[in-house]
């Protein structure tokens, strides 16, 4: 039997799924993509896959990965999509499948506890405040009961703390094998369970940067692998752009400065003048940021020339000079007492690896790159390619192809949403996979029932300075009515927070509703609490919210009916790399407003729309605050990426769908769970 037959045969009504969970309901689409997925592992080759919400498309792709026997290697966008991989979804089906699977987690070295830099924290007089102190004491316990080292598993720990830096190495300040700690090192016991293991789940981080660098234990396991499976594949691009480019950041040469100073004042004290070392290198560090000063605040500025825009080049060319200076004296320093410990070496190189940055940023850009600065607190340097194809295409698709049986190598890609074309083209050309079959698989879901569109009247243009207290004065009244059960999602933070003051001010003291806000709380408490809703008599919530909230965030039931999007999500046009993207266009003669910011829209308008409806017995409402998409021509292009759900055509219609979803409002009770 083949093995498309065989994945067909799991997914039957009667079939070992049906018989291990009882909440399986068989799905057409799920059934042709497990068919493809098993033809493409069979064959070789490249598939990519657009499966709409509840499709059920892990499922799809775990039961013939796993039925074919092969080492696999499954890449997910977030290390929490990781760990529901690992700990549940492959677990869950290796036992329906009554499969012996050795299943790894494979992280990058920033997830896992150093027990190296653990102690060097302990003896660290500079910790932030009494709570860093109070962390550090709770990851000291945690760390005597670990085995697998892994931050994530450690109860309470906020994401954001700044002692998490402190206690995880980085591919700078790792020692390797001549770390004391090295037989303990939690890095490298990950990799040698990875090495070992039939299925190995990563993300598109790691992945990235090691075909940036080599480094992170991927060189060695990817040539043993013959199927690599890539889920939520739609962050694939802009993940590895951050990866296959050059960046120097303020930050980066703090951290150095101060484990610089913590090994010299601890293992060399008066053999070399580390004060005076440290000094000058964060003096470098600060004159940088300083010679920006207030120009592009918060944002990315555009760098096409010597200089940065809106920076003075005199005061740019000297803090250069000035940190390239102060970071070769440093590795001078290091050098003379690198014999004294490995600490040294590693810092050593870390000083010299800095001084190249900063000399790289000194010369003109690589061709067919784009320079920015990342502007804030802290400033960072980038370069960055415009996309990843070439890479893809170099480095991944011809992975091992001088070994017999290359050509059968297995490469998928998958994602809720990759384009509003049959040819997906907004994945794929940026990616390097136009060759690639293409499979598209709709949802399940009867959105004409499920869900409703509404495009409100009367909105104020979106550039508007009235346009979001537009927006928060129909959410108020929309929340008031609904008792919660409401996300916002802003193209922008300036909107995020105008939109959120004025929701924080209209609910205040009145008990009726909890409003949160992005930034205020850490993303996995935001989420939970919004999901809790109004049980145990809280009260109900709306939450605001923009960037990574508008993909990847599964509320399902009646805790979330309602979704307001500001405005039509297109790419900021000032951004340099989107400049830079749509120059390329143009030289093609391309439009690079229908070939690029129009589908980029429509991809991102799609992510939005799909926290809505995530299960068949879901009820909503999507408001969309942004006149164009019915004044302006683009606007059907826009609709017809949205499911189809049906469309309501005044206020009138907008209040009488409110009120029905107050009426017949029902908790999900599990049915056709989009996991199965």
């Not at 199927?227 to 296959?244: K, R, S």
């Not at 170099?394 to 509003?420: C, I, M, N, P």
């Not at 206020?651 to 009120?659: I, R, S, T, V």
Request: charged share 25%.
């Amino acid at each position: 039997m083949t093995l498309e037959a065989l994945a067909r045969e799991a997914f039957a009504p009667a079939g070992v799924l049906g018989r291990a969970a009882d909440a399986f309901q068989p799905r057409a689409g799920q059934t042709d993509m497990a068919g493809a997925v098993a033809r493409t592992i069979e064959n070789g080759g490249v598939l990519v896959v657009e499966a709409g919400t509840g499709v059920g498309k892990t499922f799809a792709y775990l039961v013939p990965a796993l039925l074919s026997g092969e080492r696999v290697l499954l890449s997910t966008a977030t290390k929490t999509l990781q760990d529901q991989l690992f700990g549940r979804d492959l677990p869950r089906l290796a036992e329906a499948l009554g499969l012996p699977v050795r299943m790894a987690l494979l992280k990058g070295r920033g997830s896992y506890l150093c027990p190296h830099r653990l102690e060097l924290a302990r003896q660290d007089a500079s910790l932030p405040d009494r709570s860093a102190v109070r962390t550090l004491a709770k990851v000291e316990e945690w760390a005597r009961t670990t085995r697998t080292g892994d931050l994530a598993e450690m109860p309470g720990l906020d994401e954001r703390s700044p002692v998490i830096p402190l206690v995880t190495s980085t591919r700078e300040n790792c020692l390797g094998a001549q770390c004391p700690k090295f037989r303990g090192c939690h890095v490298n016991a990950a990799r040698r369970e990875a090495l070992a293991a039939d299925v190995v789940v990563i993300n598109h981080h790691l992945f990235f940067a090691d075909l940036a660098v080599r480094e992170s234990g991927m060189a060695e396991l990817l040539p043993t692998v013959r199927v690599a499976i890539f889920d939520e594949a739609h962050q694939l691009n802009e993940t590895g752009v951050q990866f296959l480019g050059k960046q120097l950041g303020t930050g980066q040469l703090l951290d150095f400065t101060r484990d610089m100073l913590a090994a010299g004042l601890q293992f060399a004290r008066g053999l070399v003048d580390w004060q005076t070392l440290a000094a000058g290198c964060e003096r470098g560090a600060r004159d940088l940021r300083l010679a920006v000063g207030r120009a592009g605040g918060g944002s990315r500025l555009r760098w096409t020339g010597r200089v940065p825009d809106e920076v003075a080049a005199d005061a740019w060319g000297e803090a250069l000079d000035a940190l390239q200076d102060a970071l070769e004296q440093a590795a001078e320093g290091l050098s003379s007492v690198s014999e004294i410990q490995p600490d040294f070496v590693r810092l050593h190189e870390r000083a010299a690896l800095l001084a190249q940055r900063v000399a790289a940023f000194t010369a003109a850009a690589a061709p067919g790159s784009v320079r920015w600065l990342d502007v804030g607190t802290q400033l960072r340097l980038v370069e960055s390619p415009l996309d990843i194809a070439e890479a893809v295409r170099d480095k991944l698709l011809k992975t091992g192809r001088e070994e017999e049986d290359a050509d059968r190598r297995s490469w998928v890609f998958t994602s809720a949403t990759l384009g509003d074309d049959a040819r997906l083209r907004w994945f794929t050309e940026p990616c390097g996979l136009e060759e690639a079959e293409v499979l598209r698989v709709g949802s399940p879901f009867d959105y004409a029932s499920q869900a409703a569109v509404y495009v409100p009247e009367g909105m104020p243009k979106p550039n508007d300075p009235g346009h979001s207290g537009a927006v928060a004065a129909l959410a108020h009244a929309a929340v008031r009515r609904l008792g919660g059960r409401t996300m916002v999602l802003t193209t922008t933070l300036r909107a995020l927070r105008a939109v959120g003051e004025e929701l924080q001010a209209r609910f205040s003291g009145t008990g009726e509703v909890e409003v949160l806000v992005q930034g205020q709380w850490p993303k996995r408490r935001l989420i939970e609490r919004f999901r809790e809703g109004s049980a145990g008599g809280q009260p109900g919530c709306v939450l605001v919210a923009s960037a990574s909230f508008w993909e990847g965030v599964d509320v399902p039931g009646d805790a979330l009916q309602l979704v307001i999007i500001d405005k039509l999500p297109f790419p900021p046009p000032g951004d340099p790399l989107v400049e830079a993207r749509s120059q390329r266009l143009e030289t093609q003669g391309r439009s690079p407003f229908n070939d690029y910011f129009v589908p980029e829209a429509a991809v991102a308008l799609k992510q939005g729309a799909g926290r809505l409806i995530r299960r068949e017995s879901d009820q909503g409402l999507l408001v969309v605050c942004d006149p164009r998409l019915v004044t302006m021509s683009y606007g059907r292009r826009l609709l017809a990426a949205l499911p189809p759900m049906r469309r309501l055509a005044d206020k009138a219609a907008f209040a009488e769908a409110l009120g029905s979803l107050t009426r017949t409002s029902t908790m999900a009770t599990g049915a056709g769970h989009p996991s199965l």
